[in-house]
């Protein structure tokens, strides 16, 4: 089994850096697993996310970045890959490569960028998984000529691609993580008891052992919202099923059965309605909440 990743939903807004920085050091001196941020580079009062992930790596010691998830139509796949590649080398390999196929179009095409049919952003998106990938870890110079991406000899950077994870949504994109990706973030915040979940794993599943891939070899890791309470909640999830939280017992309850009933790998922290923990529940998710449930799971 996996080691189980904790990490949090960290800010991104430009007035926000000093919060920012603040909670990343606190997570890293925790020793919580990663950190990420969202990437909408239309957005003026938003920090680029690559830029966060370069400063907040080149300031901690042992956690991990990842964009929560790139936002690929904005960011070509050879200069991803070159990205990616000097982060991991700079940072001792402390970056997961987080991807989208992108959602909002209009704010996309905004920037230039000539807008794609869902399908075809799609297309776009696992081709660009595989020239990432074929564009890491050395060897001979690539060439791909393919239907969204063309290079002519480039030479691999000597990096190895980072665990490649996506934020998938449509059977389309959710079969394309199945083939290629080694992980997956569900949308919306869905966990392991919803529909989205319960219908979309199977998907991947079903795509990645076609390829001839072990489906396990594609870890959830979810992102996931709540409050830490003083005492025990007499209902821990709202009438449409969500999560909203409870004590630190029933946190570690929930998370534990999500591991080993659910094949969980992995949980990123927000406050309710998605918002960036304070820094008590920041706290208390990297001190009381981790180590339990990993305690928990290790002695099963």
């Known amino acids: 089994m996996h080691r189980v990743l904790f990490g949090f939903g960290a800010p991104s807004a430009v007035d926000d850096a000093p919060t920012l920085l603040r909670l990343v050091d606190q997570a890293d001196r925790d020793g919580l697993d990663l950190f990420s941020v969202s990437d909408h580079p239309y957005i003026g009062s938003r920090l680029d996310a690559y830029a966060i992930l370069g400063f907040a790596l080149g300031r901690t010691r042992r956690i991990t970045g990842f964009v929560n998830v790139t936002n690929l139509p904005t960011r070509p796949a050879p200069m991803l890959a070159r990205a990616i590649t000097s982060l ?56 791909h000529h393919g239907v969204h991406y063309r290079v002519d000899r480039v030479e691999p950077a000597p990096a190895p691609a980072p665990p490649i994870w996506t934020g998938s949504v449509g059977p389309r994109s959710l079969a394309a993580t199945g083939r290629v990706a080694d992980g997956w973030i569900p949308g919306h915040a869905a966990d392991w008891l919803s529909d989205r979940y319960r219908t979309s794993r199977p998907v991947i599943d079903e795509a990645a052992a076609a390829s001839g891939r072990d489906p396990h070899a594609v870890r959830t890791v979810f992102n996931f919202p709540g409050r830490v309470t003083a ?29 080993l ?14 918002a960036t923990p304070d820094p008590d529940l920041l706290a208390r998710w990297a001190n009381d909440i981790a180590p339990a449930v990993r305690a928990a799971v290790e002695k099963n």
């Open 231 to 259: 005492r025990p909640l007499a209902a821990t999830r709202d009438d449409d099923g969500r999560w909203v939280g409870g004590s630190v017992e029933q946190w570690v309850d929930e998370l534990t059965a999500a591991v």
């Open 88 to 143: 991991a080398t700079l940072s001792g390999d402390r970056v997961v490569l987080g991807m989208g196929a992108g959602g909002l179009w209009d704010r996309i095409s905004a920037m230039g960028v000539p807008r794609l049919s869902n399908a075809a952003a799609v297309d776009a998106f696992e081709e660009a998984i595989g020239l990432v990938r074929a564009l890491c870890g050395g060897g001979a110079p690539v060439t």
């Open 261 to 274: 009933d659910h094949d969980a790998s992995g949980f990123t922290l927000f406050a309710p309605n998605g």
